[in-house]
């Protein structure tokens, strides 16, 4: 992983914190620190999967200034939290690999669709790839967005029905209603 400006809360420096604590009400901060530090970590970094068998190589879950990792159990306990509120959801059954939204699937769909409908998108297809990596989404939150979450938002949207996701073989598309 590679270092980014990322401005490091105060507890990140304060080695209980990667203990997981036992008193209850020190506990609920310390995950919802720690819930914060994850998703502000991953949209800096632009992560979208997290591995927790590789979690040392993250940064965010080992502060080597410190000496201080995260164990396993408790990565994969705040993460099981991210995903009660839609932050996060396992790509695996054995919890191993995790994708994560710091905008909610459903957050990522209404950027889509307003920046759609703000440039009268409407009625027209457009590729995958034109729409998260396009020049007329170079200023859009979305830009640059992983392939796998960005279908999962516009599936959001096509539920909604605001648009049909196109899958085929010679074409990876979207039309918007």
């Known amino acids: 992983m590679s270092e980014v400006d990322i401005e490091w809360p105060w507890q990140y420096s304060f080695p209980p914190f990667f203990t997981l604590q036992p008193h209850p009400e020190t506990r609920s901060k310390q995950v919802t620190a720690w819930k914060s530090l994850i998703l502000t970590y991953c949209q800096k970094t632009k992560t979208y999967v997290?591995?927790?068998?590789e979690a040392s190589q993250f940064p965010v879950f080992n502060n080597a200034a410190i000496n201080r990792k995260l164990e396993h159990s408790v990565i994969?306990?705040?993460?099981?939290?991210?995903?009660k509120h839609g932050n996060a959801a396992p790509l695996d059954k054995a919890k191993n690999r995790w994708e994560i939204y710091w905008h909610t699937l459903e957050e990522w769909a209404s950027m889509v669709y307003e920046f759609v409908s703000n440039r009268g998108m409407q009625n027209t297809?457009?590729?995958?790839?034109?729409l998260a990596h396009?020049?007329?989404t170079r200023e859009e939150e979305f830009h640059g967005i992983q392939q796998?979450?960005?279908?999962?938002?516009?599936?959001?949207l096509e539920r909604e029905r605001k648009c049909e996701v196109i899958m085929d073989d010679d074409m990876q598309g979207v039309k918007f209603f």
């Open 50 to 53: 997290i591995d927790v068998r």
């Open 76 to 83: 994969v306990s705040i993460l099981c939290e991210l995903q």
């Open 125 to 130: 297809v457009v590729t995958l790839y034109e």
């Open 134 to 136: 396009g020049e007329d």
């Open 148 to 156: 796998e979450v960005f279908v999962k938002a516009l599936r959001v």
